[in-house]
């Protein structure tokens, strides 16, 4: 039976109430790349602070660094698992803003860090970071969830990919406050000093430790801002309908957000709705929606394992465009960092995300996805199988296209469409779980990425690493890996591109019974 709630929804004209959502929708993504991004600078200022007597100088031990990023990571699994099945059970919109506030309390944590030796800063800094990492986990399933379902079934795609890309705003946002922090703290420790020439003899001034901290905490400040639109937004028409049963009350909330009338929506002759009776996880639910959630989970699982590890580490593949350490003071360490890693994002990540957004519902989901896995196995390809023979003896512009191109692909493909698939391809009562199983799996794959190959990159001794395989078997690993996706995307990730989400919870009851 369709309802004419639902119906109202699916064919709703672009209105402004969608991009207010976007919007509120989107904060957790783009706290979630400031978080992930503003790390590699704020290493550099912490290696300055902390690591200043040790030997190799200014460097964080590989263990600790490791510890760092994979709590995050755990925390976000733990959050997309916890907060997906609770977004099911008690309502988007009830644990919405729990997500949001754990989040902005946790940044804030993160840059307070308690005291001020060594030990007790890193503990802090890093149980703090598993906290963000609960809440910003806890954000993924349930902002996807509640784009797809407020939006229509012609834009939908482009809708859910806009929320995503809020993460490319992170991103830029993370570097350049990195970079105007780092620039005001060194102008400051300049006039303080009698001669401007101390302060870059002195490679660690006293305020770089008040500068990562103010870095971490300002990364709350939009997310906060949303707080308030995030608990006035109604609770999703397809959850009250669906799942609470109320079809009367989601013609109520949806009159206030559609700007319909209520006689438009309501229904004539309101019937008894049921839900199928089938738990999550029975043998009905792995018949109906197994593959689904196998194709879903695969692919997230592959593309983080090459996405995380391709970020964290974009700064120790550019050492070469880096200049020496031992030449600049704390804050132009950090600040040449963060100024690459913005310039990858206005050129590569950015414009992939925004390509999705136009072409998602045009080309499909499927396509994107498998050009995305193909051209980033093509790249990682070309990149690591003449690396040491080619790149590492000329290292020249050319190597910076291929690497940018990474980032364009996964964004224009995997990283955006395997956000937007699983939140459109469950059941309502199931969809939120379903997302955050599949988001848990890529987050278990972030962390073989990033922390593995963190390890496995150094074909030498160095810098605290033992000898392991080299970047170049790393890379052609990596292409490897994104051959796997694009297989699993062909054979097991069906279109979505269209179709109402009932229609596509149908056809996959359908598909499965006959």
């Not at 755990?74 to 997309?80: D, E, N, S």
């Not at 069906?494 to 996959?508: C, D, F, K």
Request: hydrophobic share 45%; charged share 15%.
């Amino acid at each position: 039976m369709g309802l004419k709630v639902l119906s109202a929804l699916d064919t709703a004209k672009t209105q402004l109430y969608h991009f207010k959502a976007i919007i509120v929708a989107g904060m957790g993504l783009f706290t979630d790349a400031y978080d992930l991004f503003c790390i590699p600078p704020i290493v550099r200022l912490i290696g300055r602070v902390y690591y200043e007597q040790d030997t190799p100088k200014y460097q964080i031990p590989p263990g600790v660094l490791s510890a760092t990023v994979a709590i995050a990571l755990l925390g976000m699994t733990i959050g997309q698992l916890v907060f997906g099945r609770l977004g099911d059970r008690i309502g988007r919109r009830r644990v919405y803003g729990i997500a949001l506030m754990i989040m902005v309390l946790s940044s804030l944590g993160c840059g307070f860090s308690i005291c001020k030796s060594r030990e007790c800063v890193l503990v802090s800094l890093t149980l703090f970071r598993f906290f963000l990492g609960v809440g910003i986990g806890g954000d993924y399933p349930l902002s996807a969830t509640i784009m797809s379902e407020f939006a229509n079934k012609r834009t939908r795609g482009a809708f859910i990919a806009a929320v995503f890309s809020m993460q490319g705003f992170g991103i830029l946002a993370s570097s350049t406050v990195t970079m105007v922090v780092c620039a005001i703290f060194e102008h400051v420790s300049n006039s303080n000093d009698d001669t401007s020439h101390r302060v870059s003899l002195d490679h660690t001034p006293k305020g770089v430790d008040i500068a990562w901290r103010l870095i971490l905490m300002l990364g709350a400040v939009p997310a906060a801002l949303t707080y308030y639109w995030r608990m006035m937004m109604p609770e999703t028409a397809r959850y009250t309908a669906l799942v609470e049963l109320n079809v009367l009350q989601a013609a109520k909330d949806m009159e206030k957000v559609l700007d319909v009338s209520i006689s438009q929506i309501a229904e004539d002759d309101p019937q008894p709705l049921h839900q199928p009776s089938y738990p999550l996880f029975s043998k009905q639910f792995l018949r109906r929606h197994g593959r689904d959630l196998f194709s879903c989970a695969t692919s997230w699982f592959l593309l983080d394992i090459v996405f995380y590890s391709n970020n964290l580490f974009q700064s120790q593949i550019y050492k070469k465009y880096l200049g020496e350490e031992k030449n600049m003071n704390a804050y132009q360490d950090a600040f040449n960092v963060a100024k690459h890693q913005a310039i990858v994002a206005i050129c590569s990540t950015v414009p992939g995300y925004w390509f999705t957004v136009y072409f998602i519902d045009r080309i499909g989901r499927v396509k994107i996805q498998q050009m995305g896995f193909f051209f980033m196995a093509i790249v990682y390809l070309a990149i690591g199988i003449p690396y040491y023979t080619y790149w590492e003896q000329n290292p020249n512009v050319g190597f910076m296209v291929l690497y940018g191109l990474t980032f364009f692909f996964s964004n224009f493909g995997p990283n955006t469409t395997t956000f937007i698939v699983p939140a459109e391809l469950f059941p309502a009562r199931f969809r939120s779980t379903c997302h955050g199983i599949s988001g848990a799996a890529g987050k278990v794959g972030a962390i073989i990425g990033s922390v593995g190959f963190l390890w496995a990159s150094h074909n030498t001794k160095e810098d605290g690493y033992p000898k392991a395989i080299g970047m170049k078997i790393s890379l052609v690993i990596l292409g490897a890996v994104c051959i796997m996706g694009l297989l699993v995307t062909t054979f097991f990730t069906r279109e979505t591109m269209g179709r109402s989400l009932e229609e596509n919870e149908n056809e996959n009851e359908n598909e499965n019974e006959n």
